[in-house]
């Protein structure tokens, strides 16, 4: 089956605004059909939606209105990561307000809730005889964020190995892989600026696929970074910005990602193509031709970096990356 992966979906602030005016489906600009070619789709929410609760004591609080989720309706949105450094940018109210929303919606999601057993419970979803599974975490410590025993908030982990809770989350996968035929780990980690995977993600990522991982979906960075293959299993390093009102950093292009559509079976991955986009205007757009050249290259050096060989597919407009090596899967 295929799965869709985009990073950091913003839809507070200035899209909150936009979106007064606009359908649910100006967000997603022009990559609507290719969204819609999947059949998984998945993204890290990086808001909460809710028409109440009240902002915390941070620099960025991004809230956009309840009704907001009809936009992850329209792409078709089958789950969403939560945990990550916004999803009680204005409370537990507010989170609790958003849960219900997606529930009703029938959106997946993974990483917070209302106590530990809920930002730590597997989001299962069947599609058709394939069922997929989603665990989400996050290092971004916002101090009393981490969901508790009678306490809403979010899956906390460090990434260091040696850390109980990073066991902890080994042994949650490890428990996970018998429920699902595709297993997901979300991670919201590390800092918002750099290309090259931080100091001990690597070993972070490849303890997660030996525990029983399918695919690592890493994202936190503004940036896009590189992906690798490990055991025949894929991890993205962070798959950037796909929808916000950021301001652009010239050198570093937070508006330039990619949609990450990723061919899997029950038993092996079989191909990652990544489709270079731009955000304009609050919506996320398919790159013309020559910038879409120009942001693969980019991402060929930093898959080549990891070990990673792709290749520029002219007529499809995607990098790609086969996965050839199937000898350690499952």
Not at 38 to 51: F, G, H, P, Q
Not at 143 to 157: C, R, T
Not at 158 to 170: N, T, V
Not at 211 to 230: K, M, N, P, Q, W
Request: overall charge negative; hydrophobic content about 45%.
């Amino acid at each position: 089956m295929r799965f869709l992966f985009v990073g950091d979906v913003m839809l507070g602030r200035l899209v909150n605004e936009r979106l007064q005016s606009e359908l649910p489906e100006y967000p997603w600009g022009d990559t609507l059909p290719l969204i819609r070619k999947t059949d998984a789709r998945i993204c890290n929410l990086e808001c909460v939606l809710s028409d109440g609760g009240s902002p915390a004591r941070k620099a960025f609080a991004f809230r956009s209105d309840a009704r907001n989720v009809a936009v992850l309706e329209a792409a078709g949105i089958d789950a969403v990561a939560l945990a990550n450094n916004h999803s009680l940018d204005y409370g537990t109210e507010a989170l609790a307000d958003m849960l219900g929303l997606l529930d009703r919606a029938g959106i997946f999601h993974a990483g917070a809730g209302g106590d530990t057993t809920e930002a730590q419970a597997l989001a299962r979803m069947d599609f058709g005889d394939v069922s997929v599974g989603l665990l989400a975490a996050t290092d971004t410590d916002e101090p009393g964020w981490d969901a508790q025993e009678g306490k809403p908030g979010v899956w906390f982990v460090p990434i260091d190995l040696s850390d109980p809770r990073a066991r902890d989350l080994l042994a949650r996968v490890r428990a996970a892989r018998a429920e699902a035929d595709v297993l997901i780990i979300s991670l919201h980690w590390g800092s918002n600026w750099g290309s090259l995977p931080e100091a001990g993600h690597r070993e972070f990522a490849y303890a997660l696929i030996e525990a029983g991982a399918d695919i690592v979906f890493g994202h936190s960075c503004h940036i896009t970074r590189g992906v690798e293959l490990y055991r025949g299993k894929v991890i993205m390093y962070g798959a950037g910005d796909f929808i916000d009102d950021y301001a652009v950093d010239e050198l570093e292009r937070n508006d330039e990602s990619f949609m990450f559509i990723v061919d899997a079976e029950r038993d092996r991955i079989d191909r990652v193509a990544m489709y270079p986009t731009v955000i304009k205007d609050f919506q996320a757009c398919l790159a013309g031709p020559a910038r879409a050249k120009r942001i693969a290259e980019r991402m060929e050096t930093l898959c080549k970096e990891l070990g990673t060989s792709t290749e520029w597919l002219e007529t499809e407009g995607a990098l790609e990356i086969e996965a050839d090596d199937t000898r350690y899967s499952r």
